[in-house]
């Protein structure tokens, strides 16, 4: 507001220098004219004075000359006539404030005296002192009249608007950009505002790609330190392989020999062949983990290592495995399965290990007790943009196997959602899991030509599908 001020004050100096000189100048004015008023007046008076001593004079002599001067009446109290001698006229004082006018009278090339006409200047002072009182009451109104107007215009279209502008300049030095600057003026104040909001409109803009282009540094920074932890598991893991290949090895030689002997028990050479078959998978957990740390993946299920798959003895064969740990967290594990269930072309081991993985994530997120359902059956559904469908001889349309874990847990967060197959990612508490397990098993199903879709609600748990390409097809 102190801009406004300003302004008005500016203004207010100019209409007093205005009101002022106005009067100054008009009181100039009416003592010029009234100075050439008494002066016309005097000529006049002066021409008939004349004449008329001057024939008084010659007719009747001098005594009644004079006695016609001292019986003139003035028009005015303020005007006077007297007749001086001619020698009285050298000593005589005047005064400055009183107009003066001497008529010479002359008789026969003889001038015994002047006739005087004298007249002060007080109506005239007094008349410019009237004036001057009423130019000041007429200007100090105006003065007041202007000023109030001035006030108010000037708050409106200046001062309130500074205000706002200035209140937005604040806000913006302390990071606020949003809400734009509202001024319906089509001036330069409003110009400016104009600016300020397209400024701030360019600021929210920029902030916005900072942001993103820092979550993407974030992301690269993750995605480094993965990395680094990649090379650091491929490191453990081939010292691991190579320190436990030789017991591993001892093991499955000696629990293959249990197994197959004759004379043993039917119960000993079934856990025998347990073991061996566990001992396998500890070896190919390990490989697949090499491999991942190398930047390559699970291990390609090349043509030779895939056949044709029963999901079903799949499914079963890991709800078995995984049964003790279910039920000791009190969760019961359902496996529900249609009569038409296809059988694609897959490596059982590593869709069954993607199943066991699904599995443990679910058991781990169900409350207890609690409920999973594994259902396999026929799906049919759209590929994702980045998953190349099989294709078929004669055009047929894509189909399916589908085999889905659904759990009654404490669901996903939206926004944790997006990052659930990224390595070393986990919601876990620590000792529960690695991160890696839902990584591995999402390359295992894009290797085999398929994908996992995932739909969670918070409190009501969630559901992993997994899609794969069905035999009559080749996967290119």
Known sequence: ???????????????AVVFAANAYYRVRRELAAFDRDMREDHAVLAQVLRRAVTDVWKSSGREAALDLVAKVEAPSRMLRVRWIDSESVKSRALRKDVLVTDVPICIDEDCPGFVEISETHAFADAYARNTLFRSSIVGLFGFLCAGLVSMVVGTWFVGRPMQLLVDKARRIGAGDVEGPVVIKQRDEIGELASEMNAMCLRLAETRYALSAETAERLRAQEQLRHADRLATVGKLSSGVAHELGTPLGVALVRANMIAGNPTSAPEVRDAARIISEQIDRITGIVRQLMDFARGRGASPPGPLRRSTTDLRQVAEHAIIMLTPLAVKRGVAIDLVASDDIPQPPANPEQIEQVLVNLLVNAIHASEHPGKIVVTVARGDANPPADVTPPVYDGGATPRYALVSVKDEGVGIAPEVLPRIFEPFFTTKHVGEGTGLGLSVAYGIVREHGGWIEVT?????????????????????
């Open 1 to 15: 507001m102190r801009l406004a001020h300003k302004l008005i004050l500016a203004m207010l100096l100019g209409l």
């Open 456 to 476: 969670s609600e918070r409190s009501k748990g969630s559901c992993f599908s997994i899609y794969l390409p069905t035999d009559v097809a080749e996967i290119v």
